[in-house]
């Protein structure tokens, strides 16, 4: 990362996607969601990272109220403005988030929960950097990014102007109409963080957007098992 901004070099490595593929970057940033009918994700693990103050730069502050606050604003300032309704805080959830991040802190491997492993049926949203250099925005930051390939109007798999819905699946899960819960957590390992974002329900269903109408009877069937890919 020496010779530029971790942001400009973050911008620059975002995934944005959603497994079963993994990208690593030079600066270790990855980000993972899943979604109803996605295969199974395969694992990447944690690189060697420097420490904040290798770049010159104050370790990231950290705290639950600090996360909380971050994550709210960003996923309902979001859905607002979109005129959708916002997302309750589930202590539940993010009970269930903490475990898995932890556990991936501690194995260093960056993948996906299992299904059947979420006490909560529930959608997942993953992300992974070096530890202590990027602040909670910057993490929500990277879901937040894919708005610009996101066909707001559009039904998965049509969703991303790029032609890949792999490439937005973040963000949809973000504003899917249908989601009402999230709870979010953070796993500190010895060289990366893991952020973990569960939604309940999950959205992300094949042949439905965003947008669409809420029934919630249908998705508590088919997207609660699901992540939030």
Known sequence: MAGGSPKAFLRASLWAAMLPVLLVTPTGVQ????????????????????????????????????????????????????????????????????????????????????????????????????RRLYGYQAMVGSFLDEKRFTRIAGKLPDLSSTGRWQDVGHYSQMIWRGTRKIGCALGEGGDADYLVCRYFPAGNAFGRGPMDADDAAPMAETQVASVAQ
């Open 31 to 130: 980000a993972a969601s899943d979604s109803d009918g996605a295969s199974a994700p395969k694992a990447g693990a944690a690189s060697a990272a420097m420490p904040a103050a290798y770049y010159g730069m104050a370790e990231a502050a950290r705290g639950d109220r600090l996360l909380r606050a971050v994550m709210m604003d960003a996923h309902n300032g979001e859905r607002v403005a979109l005129g959708l309704p916002p997302l309750d805080w589930d202590d539940a959830l993010a009970a269930d988030a903490a475990r898995y991040a932890g556990e991936m802190a501690r194995s260093g491997v960056f993948r996906h929960s299992s299904r059947a492993g979420r006490a909560i049926p529930s959608g997942e949203n993953l992300w992974m950097g070096p």
